[in-house]
């Protein structure tokens, strides 16, 4: 099949990519929540939910679920406040 100008008709022609028309990839996107939720459950099991009770317990929860892959390794990720 040819288009009207006599080259090839392309079946995507009519349509953009995502990053063309300005809507974020789902990919990148999907993988943070995945990241995230690991970090939650990750953290929880090794009890940086356990006591939320001042801001430096609710900074090593927010650290430990962010960088959750420390914790695996054996990483202490409790921080204080107290010298500040």
């Given amino acids: ?3 009207q ?3 090839p008709v392309i079946a995507n022609a009519g349509r953009r990519s995502a990053a063309a028309s300005g ?3 789902r990919v990148p996107r999907l993988a943070t929540i995945v990241y995230v939720v690991i970090g939650v ?9 356990a006591d939320l009770g001042s801001l430096s317990h ?5 650290v ?3 960088l959750w892959p420390l914790i695996l390794l054996g ?3 409790d921080l204080s406040l107290a010298n500040l």
């Fill in 1 to 3: 099949m040819t288009s």
């Fill in 5 to 7: 100008r006599g080259g």
């Fill in 23 to 25: 809507e974020p990839d």
């Fill in 41 to 49: 459950i990750v953290a929880s099991q090794h009890g940086y939910y």
């Fill in 58 to 62: 609710v900074l090593s929860a927010v």
């Fill in 64 to 66: 430990a679920t962010a």
């Fill in 75 to 77: 990483a202490n990720l």
